[in-house]
């Protein structure tokens, strides 16, 4: 057989290749163009923080510019980059939990917004003091939404969400005064400090970055998730089908792109608009095919069971299947190559958010006051525009996957208690997944999360180090595109019971679950956090004990940073397939992967081959295993 160049996904290999041949660029090609890439950015040791510089330190020791014009060390130099990193994707995860929050507290009876999760709201307001007896239900969202907000500024107190972190967590955070304060604050704080002139300790930024990063998991990221939940719905297991095989040759075609579902929640709806289906049928289309990218795709993957076009480098390619109207998108790891490339096509290039304008294509901004009327009249512009496909320039691969989706905690502890006995236990907990991992049915956890980066074929990091965990009986949790992947490769449909071993096969048949659990977008890492704070609670350990760990293995952003850098605060030790830009410092690799053990008892450790990193994620479980005594 032909060696895969590309991809391991079939659709993706076979699109890049018709890209490559006919002369349709695709990010593989400008990967190939950038050449080798620079050796100062790569070892992370260049600085343009001040307009004395920029300046670059050798990566020779003893030749070359040891020291940067102000003195900053090469030491200095990649940790206050890494900590700047670490603050970017903070602020963004948490911007999206902000912006959620936002439409929780406009959200009305009779408006565009309303509340579909009572339950879960109810639960939080009692989580956070607030007042619920006698009260509409929509003054106690508010009340909580404005809390929320002001978890973002708040003068003084640490984040909310960190008292859910079991005990013994919490008091690692504060020995090491790691306890986040207002999530704003520990952001501006960073870009104070890696201001020219002001920090220049490596392991003290580190530090920083930690403090930060907790911000988004346990801060915005979890907001973002909590109040998504309450206003569009807990995500429960439902059907969907994966890759661009989804798209429909008859149908008007509209990709979702992005992060927030404010946006994709009102284009279901508007999808199913009967003036809007009326004018399907007037334009010759069969219906409309609303399917997504990216994070936005599971989102509404998770509350809808919309289908998963594909993931971040694939979205060049959807363009290139001549078969989309429109690909509408709002923040995040949206290519500006999208828009010259829907030049050459008849697709519609919307951007929707005032955040992420992008040159070339067309703004039609989402206003969330009257949210339903802009999603409408995005997908009329989708509709007139199915006059202009050219039926020539239509190719859709075959390939798409049937996938189970929408594992929120919530309905995780619902699938265990098909295996709970009434007369002894009580439902509604996590204790029978507790019990297979104690009893060693399960060998324990993984958390797979993250993007897809040109470094990595696309999809074979995720998908072999997934393959290879449940072999061994380590059950996977996923989110954003490395969920995807797991989707298009078939490892969240049932039959993927057959890929597990003879412990998590068992467990998977009694439950119903798939072997990989889909738990959402990159911001529901935060779901993952709550997941082993209530395995570790009902264990009596720190999350450190846990034989739990967690990986990204194509990741590229700095949110990916931010969540490794919260994973590894967290307590569970974290693999990465794709080397920081941080190699150019024997101290900061140091830090990170060996002494911040001693700190937050867990570390990183850098591994690109995911059959290896597999082996070592696997002695790890057996290593805590071990020290918990539990059944070897
Ligand atoms: Fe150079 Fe220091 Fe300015 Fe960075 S902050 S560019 S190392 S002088
Ligand atoms: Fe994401």
């Known amino acids: 057989m032909e060696e895969k160049i590309y991809s391991i996904d079939p659709a993706t290999e076979e699109l890049a290749r018709k890209a490559a041949n006919e002369g349709i660029e695709t990010l593989w090609d400008r990967k190939k163009a950038m050449k080798t890439p620079c050796g100062f950015g790569e070892q ?27 003195g900053a060390t090469a030491d200095v130099i990649i940790a206050r980059n890494l900590a700047r990193m670490i603050a970017g994707g903070t602020a963004t995860h948490s911007d999206h939990g902000r912006d959620i929050a936002h439409v929780l507290h406009m959200a009305k009876r009779d408006g565009n917004y309303k509340i579909t999760d009572e339950k879960k709201l109810l639960n939080l307001a009692k ?3 607030v007042e619920i007896e006698n009260r509409d239900i929509y003054d106690i969202a508010h009340e909580v939404a404005e809390i929320a907000l002001k978890e973002f500024g708040k003068p003084f107190g640490t984040l909310r969400f960190l008292e859910r972190a079991p005990e013994q967590r919490k008091s690692v955070w504060e020995k090491n005064d790691i306890r986040t304060g207002a999530i704003d604050k520990e952001i501006a704080t960073i870009m104070h400090s890696t201001h020219i002139g002001c920090a220049a300790d490596a392991k003290d930024l580190i530090h920083k970055g930690m403090r930060t990063s907790l911000a988004d998991g346990w801060g915005g990221s979890m907001i973002g998730t909590e109040f998504s939940d309450i206003l569009f719905g807990m995500p429960v297991p439902r059907e969907t089908e994966a890759n661009l095989g989804v798209l429909e040759e008859d149908q008007v075609n509209i990709i979702v792109h992005g992060h927030e579902p404010s946006l994709s929640e009102m284009m279901v709806l508007a999808a199913e608009d009967p003036e809007l289906l009326q004018l399907v049928e007037e334009v010759g289309a069969k219906g409309i095919n609303l399917s997504g990218m990216c994070c936005t795709s599971n989102e509404v993957a998770m509350r809808h069971g919309v289908k998963i076009a594909g ?32 030049k050459c096509y008849h697709t519609k290039f919307i951007t929707t958010s005032p955040k992420a304008k992008i040159t070339g294509a067309t703004h039609m901004e989402f206003e969330e006051g009257k949210a339903l009327q802009s999603a409408k009249e995005i997908v ?51 204790k029978p997944l507790a019990d297979c991992i104690t009893s060693g049915v399960i060998r324990g956890a993984a958390g797979v999360v993250g993007c897809n980066n040109p470094k990595v074929k696309h999809d074979y990091g995720h998908v072999e180090l997934m393959k290879e965990l449940i072999k061994n009986d380590v059950i996977v949790v996923t989110t954003g595109c490395a969920a995807q992947a797991a989707a298009k490769a078939g490892l969240m449909s049932k039959e993927a019971r057959k890929l597990a071993g003879k412990g998590l096969a068992k467990v998977c048949e009694l439950v119903d679950i798939p072997p990989v659990l889909h738990m959402g977008s990159c911001v529901d890492i935060s779901r ?10 009902l264990l009596k350990v720190d999350i450190s004990d846990l034989p ?12 990916a940073i931010a969540i490794g850098t919260y994973v590894v605060t967290s307590g569970i ?60």
């Not at 992370?44 to 102000?70: V, W």
């Not at 480098?313 to 500006?336: R, S």
């Not at 739990?548 to 949110?559: D, F, I, L, Q, T």
């Not at 830090?591 to 937050?600: E, P, Q, S, Y």
């Open 44 to 70: 992370g040791l260049c600085c343009r923080i001040c307009a004395m510089g920029p300046c670059r330190i050798s990566p020779t020791k003893d030749k070359g510019a040891q020291k940067g014009i102000c």
């Open 127 to 129: 989580e956070w003091e």
């Open 311 to 342: 993931n971040l480098n694939q979205q060049e390619l959807a363009v290139f299947t001549g078969a989309v109207e429109a690909i509408i998108v709002d923040v995040q790891c949206i290519f500006p190559a999208l828009a010259p490339l829907t």
């Open 380 to 430: 009329r512009e989708a509709i007139l525009n199915f006059k202009n496909r050219d039926a020539k320039k239509v190719f859709i691969p075959k390939a798409k996957s049937p996938a189970v989706v929408g594992y929120s905690v919530e309905a995780i502890k619902k699938q265990l208690d098909k295996v709970v006995n009434s007369q002894i236990d009580e439902g509604g907990t996590l």
């Open 528 to 537: 993952i956090l709550v997941l082993v704070s209530e395995l570790a609670k």
């Open 548 to 559: 739990v760990v967690g990986a990204a293995p194509e990741w590229m952003s700095e949110k």
């Open 573 to 632: 030790d974290t693999w990465l397939g794709v080397v920081p830009p941080v190699t150019g410092s024997d101290l900061v690799v140091d830090i990170l992967t060996n002494k911040a053990k001693d700190i937050v008892g867990a570390k990183f450790h850098v591994e690109p081959d995911p059959h290896k990193a597999a082996q070592q994620m696997i002695e790890r479980i057996e290593e805590k295993r071990e020290t918990l005594g539990l059944a070897a």
